[in-house]
């Protein structure tokens, strides 16, 4: 089936420096590619959607400036998290959705654990 | 608006019991359905999905979509333990663009 890999599976950096998080859809191209973040214990919270060769679409709530995603081609969306804090700390996940067969599917990552330290 | 609803939960089910989990939605145009597993500290992984009227079967999984009352069920026979997770609800609005609406999900919990 198709996948999703996501690097790196957990970072460690100090507050202040900036973090990226790449999302490959590897088998196949994905139109849309959305980010999330989940807190221990909560929900999964959608932070953007982007779709290739456009801006990304920030969900309430989520600064556009602190969380720079770029979707540049259809098996690569990237996630950077500018001047970290440690209240940015969180589980970090990225999905693609593509065609298969004519029908849609979204696909997760496996994750991104940052600790700002 | 678009929307999405599930039950939070938690629901708490027996082992062998049989876990229902809700979904409904807001809007008519919806065309996919998908039902993900999430288990703590992991990524949602696909358990299901359905685009068409009726029952979808597999294994102990069992999806059911209703479009005229606007609601999907995802059905656990003979639940486990290691069932017990948060499952998602995701309504897809078709087209290329990947419209889709997330439920906050429901946690199950499977008591043996």
């Known amino acids: 089936g198709a996948v999703v890999s996501q690097h790196p599976s957990w970072v460690i950096c100090k507050s202040g420096t900036s973090v990226k998080i790449e999302c490959r859809s590897l088998?196949?191209?994905?139109?849309?590619m959305f980010w999330y973040r989940q807190f221990p214990k909560q929900s999964l919270m959608l932070m953007a959607t982007?779709?290739?060769?456009?801006?990304?679409?920030?969900e309430q709530g989520v600064e556009k400036d602190k969380f720079l995603i770029n979707h540049a081609s259809l098996t690569l969306s990237t996630l950077t998290v500018t001047s970290a804090h440690p209240e940015d700390s969180s589980f970090y996940i990225c999905?693609?959705?593509?065609?298969?067969?004519?029908?849609?599917?979204?696909?997760f990552g496996e994750g991104s654990r940052l600790t700002v330290l | 608006q678009k929307e999405v609803e599930q039950n939070s939960g938690p629901l708490s089910v027996p082992e062998g019991a049989i876990a229902s989990l809700n979904c409904t939605y807001s809007?008519?145009?919806?065309?996919?359905f998908f039902w993900y597993r999430q288990y703590s500290g992991k990524s949602p992984e696909l358990i299901m999905s359905?685009?068409?009227?009726g029952d979808k079967e597999d294994g102990r999984f069992t999806a059911q979509l209703n479009k005229a009352s606007q609601y999907v069920s995802l059905l656990i026979r003979d639940s486990q333990p290691s069932d017990s997770a948060t499952y998602l609800c995701?309504?897809?609005?078709?087209?290329?663009?990947?419209?889709?609406?997330f439920g906050k999900g429901t946690k199950l919990s499977v008591k043996p």
């Open positions: 809007d008519r145009v919806s065309q996919s």
């Open positions: 982007s779709n290739e060769g456009s801006k990304a679409t920030y």
């Open positions: 999905s693609a959705y593509g065609l298969a067969d004519n029908t849609g599917e979204l696909f």
């Open positions: 359905i685009y068409s009227n």
């Open positions: 995701v309504i897809g609005y078709g087209g290329s663009q990947g419209n889709l609406i």
């Open positions: 088998d196949f191209q994905a139109t849309t």
